[in-house]
């Protein structure tokens, strides 16, 4: 079992910068991929980056690849999503979510098996 909690979110100019964070509690989380996904108002939930447990491998979607970056810490239990030159196109509410066993570049939020309670971003023109 794990829990999710995000962070960080909040109200930013374009082309300003966010980073979010994803607290996790459970012993295993090393072991598991971690996501961030985002979901605009009257929109499907949309990948937005993958990590492996080990940090190792990444997967961005075209939309942020070269503006946002994914990381985790392990040792803090914890996953980031450094976000930089934010577009108001990038507003929507982000969650983090955590799948056993699931390839990197898995986009489908059906395969994620946890999930947290999101973190708006709202980015003004």
């Known amino acids: 079992q794990v829990q999710l909690v995000e962070s960080g979110g909040g109200l930013v100019q374009a082309g300003g910068s966010l980073r979010l964070s994803c607290a996790a509690s459970g012993r295993t989380f090393s072991t598991y991929t971690m996501v961030w996904f985002r979901q605009a108002p009257g929109k499907e939930r949309e990948f937005v980056a993958a990590?492996?447990?080990?940090?190792?491998?990444?997967n961005y979607a075209g939309s942020v690849r070269g503006r946002f970056t994914i990381s985790r810490d392990n040792a803090k239990n914890t996953v980031y999503l450094q976000m930089n030159s934010l577009k108001p196109e990038d507003t929507a509410v982000y969650y983090c979510?955590?799948?056993?066993?699931?390839?990197?570049?898995?986009?489908?939020?059906?395969?994620?098996?946890?999930w947290g309670q999101g973190t708006q971003v709202t980015v003004s023109s």
């Open positions: 979510a955590a799948g056993g066993g699931v390839l990197v570049t898995t986009t489908s939020p059906s395969r994620y098996d946890y």
């Open positions: 990590i492996t447990w080990s940090g190792g491998i990444t």
